[in-house]
């Protein structure tokens, strides 16, 4: 589930990073372009949903991500394409910026989020 899937999530379990590429290639076909297959070759923990009303600072200074509901094993590119598909005009902008500075984007990157973001 999450901004890259749908409201209605994926509707399966993906096993691995193979599993995965069948489905994005097939939603992309709907749009009619692109394909992924052997884009995702490494997968990482991903939020997927960091905004600002998800991180909690205690008072002993620990800080707290919370609402994992959309986390999951993907390509570290994900978490990028999330953060990049916020508009100027959310609240979290700034944050989503922020972030995608610290995290960095590789050629490679960019050719996978122009067909992530496809809209």
Known sequence: MGGLF??????KTF???????PWFNQK?????????????DELVMCH??????????????????????WAGFFPPTFEIASLSHKRA??????????LLRELGKS???EELLSLLLVE
Not at 6 to 11: L, N, P, R, T
Not at 28 to 40: E, K
Not at 48 to 69: H, P, Q, T, V
């Open 28 to 40: 992309l076909r709907i749009v009619g372009t692109g394909d992924v297959t052997g884009c995702f």
């Open 6 to 11: 749908s409201i209605y999530g994926a509707g």
């Open 48 to 69: 997927m949903n960091l905004s600002l009303r998800n991180f909690l600072l205690e008072k002993a200074g620990r800080l707290w991500i919370l609402d994992w509901a």
């Open 89 to 98: 005009d959310h609240p979290d902008f700034g944050l989503a910026q922020d």
């Open 15 to 21: 096993e691995c990073a193979t599993d995965m590429e």
């Open 107 to 109: 050629s490679a990157d």
